[in-house]
């Protein structure tokens, strides 16, 4: 019997040693004292990783005096790419330095620009408390150091170890950035080469508006005026994301900071309004084309409300119609390459690397991936690579529209097959030239070339022989012809030379030699060398003729005619090739 209930006797041993072993489980761990940092010499970036510690504070109620206090809060060892969704919390960082070289200042940083609130206290030689502030909820005037982000000044004390509170306050977007110890050298250093980067960017960004607005304003081009608007609204909001703004534009109103993530948003809905522009999907998605507009106006709006209202809420579904606006422009795109549009591949190109860019800060505001270089400055990159192909591309397709409207202006006044002008242009240039050499008494010849084997041509080569044989005939008067003359295509085997220069007979007979020969002249543009036989009727106006005519120039259908009669007769059999008609 005793022996049972001594057996009995431990159960109630056993659970009370279970239930406090739970206790203690439940109960925090307290981190293991983390090393002092040791600064003795310039280094340029001191090891602070393995000196940090953190602390939650959910309420965001803790001070540093209330956690100085209390040694027992459950600080813990910091792990890299550890997220942190604060809300109205706080995070709280504290580490131990100890300055061992008086000559070398030393800067702590927080390299996030954009983060709500970020103050720095420690106790200096006499026990008082230092707090310095920065962050995006505080006048850039007011930092400890104006920058970017935000950037500390640790105790110039040597010998004895200080500790270090940091407190974060950044309400919407998971927190993962480390903070950084640099020396002064080394942080000027990197300044220096982030402000030339940034430079850089931002130069080349009014470089492409200005240059955008320019095309927008002389071509009268939508595509370029809503890329100016898009490439403005990008920058802008980029010159807001990366701290720039807060530092040089606003230093004195913390508030717009906030009231700029209303850019980010408005630069997604101009960017589908200039694809939009470009590739017209109403054409071949109208549906689409209603979604696109629905959030071409949705985006504004939530990023409005969003200034306004600052909810995690109102972040989440703003981020989230951000992510749906890249899809449908992908749609979009990728609709008017199937369809054939030939310039939405440069869209396309331009486009990529903003898209991509775009997923790791959105990722980011949603907790999926930690800060780090490329979700700060990714779309920044994407930006750059795109600003040049997209402005290539629309360069492109308005020369070509450009091209086509001249082409379209020219079809009435040139020849389309060989590009000479046309026969009531030439005509009217006729009236001009004649009623001109009237009154200034000076020699004028005019040509007119049959080309008389053309017929033959396209009944024994085909048409696309006759058509090459009526190009060389072109060509061989365009050889011949000064920049002041006129050649013209007057009929289907018919061309006229117009010489404007005085010029007597012997010279303009010379002329009509050298397109007589050039005709004759073996080519392999044409089956079998076929030459070209050319009749020429070469009407000649001298002073002397003047004296008949008055003071009236001669009539220019008259000429005309005159040398159209003097070409058929030349069929008569007799092989001249070459004939002198009077103009008058």
């Known amino acids: 019997m005793s022996t049972f209930m001594q057996r009995a006797g431990l159960l109630p041993a056993l659970l009370v040693a279970l239930a406090a072993s739970l206790m203690l489980m439940a109960l925090p761990l307290h981190a293991e004292p983390a090393p002092t940092l040791m600064l003795n010499r310039d280094v340029g970036q001191a090891p602070l990783e393995a000196s940090l510690q953190w602390l939650l504070d959910p309420g965001g109620e803790l001070s540093a005096e209330r956690i100085e206090a209390q040694p027992g809060l459950p600080f813990a060892g910091v792990e890299p790419e550890q997220r942190h969704l604060l809300g109205t919390g706080a995070l709280w960082l504290r580490f131990d330095a100890a300055i061992q070289n008086p000559q070398v200042h030393w800067r702590l940083t927080v390299p996030l620009p954009g983060v709500d609130e970020v103050s720095l206290h420690f106790r200096d030689a006499a026990g008082q408390w230092v707090t310095q502030q920065a962050g995006d909820g505080v006048a850039t005037n007011r930092w400890a150091q104006p920058a970017r982000y935000p950037v500390f000044s640790l105790s110039p004390e040597p010998g004895q170890p200080v500790r270090y509170y940091l407190q974060i306050r950044h309400g919407r977007v998971p927190f993962s950035a480390l903070p950084l110890v640099l020396s002064d050298a080394r942080l000027i250093s990197q300044s220096l080469a982030e402000h030339l980067v940034l430079g850089i960017y931002f130069g080349l960004a009014a470089l492409v508006i200005v240059l955008a607005l320019a095309h927008a304003i002389s071509d009268r081009d939508a595509g370029f005026a809503t890329y100016a608007l898009y490439m403005a609204i990008f920058a802008a909001s980029q010159a807001s994301f990366t701290g720039l703004a807060g530092l040089y534009w606003w230093p004195q109103w913390p508030a717009l900071n906030r009231a700029t993530v209303f850019l980010l948003p408005a630069a997604a809905a101009s960017a589908m309004w200039f694809a939009r522009t470009i590739t017209l999907p109403r054409r071949f998605a109208p549906a689409l084309d209603r979604l696109l507009l629905a959030l071409m106006l949705m985006l504004p709006l939530a990023g409005l409300y969003d200034a306004a209202i600052p909810t995690q809420t109102g972040f989440v579904i703003l981020n989230n119609l951000i992510a749906l606006s890249m899809l449908v ?7 008017a390459l199937a369809a054939g549009d030939y310039y939405t591949r440069w869209i396309a190109a331009g486009f990529l690397p903003v ?45 070509q529209r450009r091209s086509l409207s001249a082409r379209a202006s020219r079809l009435g006044n040139d020849d389309p097959l060989t590009g000479l002008r046309s026969g009531k242009v030439f005509l009217d240039k006729l009236r001009k030239s004649l009623a001109a050499a ?19 041509l396209e009944k024994t080569h085909g ?19 000064h920049a002041s003359d006129t ?13 404007d220069g005085p010029i007597g007979l012997q010279a303009a007979n010379a002329v009509a030699t050298r397109i007589l020969s050039s005709g004759l002249r ?32 001669p009539d220019a259908d008259a000429c005309l005619a005159r040398l159209l009669t003097a070409l058929a007769d030349m069929n008569d059999g007799s092989g001249k090739a070459i004939r002198q008609v009077k103009l008058v």
């Open 329 to 335: 422009l992908l749609g979009v795109i990728g609709m």
């Open 355 to 399: 898209l991509l860019a775009a997923l790791f800060p959105l990722l980011r505001n949603l907790g999926t991936i930690p800060s780090s270089y490329l979700s700060d400055y990714a779309l920044l990159l994407g930006s750059a690579i795109e600003a040049p192909i997209l402005f290539y591309g629309l360069n492109r397709r308005v020369a």
């Open 438 to 456: 009237q009154r200034s008494r000076q020699p004028f010849a005019l040509l007119l070339v049959n080309l008389a084997n053309l017929a033959r």
């Open 463 to 481: 048409r696309e022989t006759a058509d090459r044989a009526v190009v060389l005939a072109a060509a061989c008067l365009r050889a011949v012809a």
């Open 487 to 499: 050649v013209a295509r007057v009929g289907d085997t018919e061309f006229a030379l117009l010489i």
């Open 522 to 553: 073996p080519t392999d543009q044409l089956p079998d060398a076929e030459p070209l036989r050319f009749h020429i009727a070469l009407g000649h106006l001298a002073a002397a003729d003047r004296a008949t005519t008055g003071a009236a120039a």
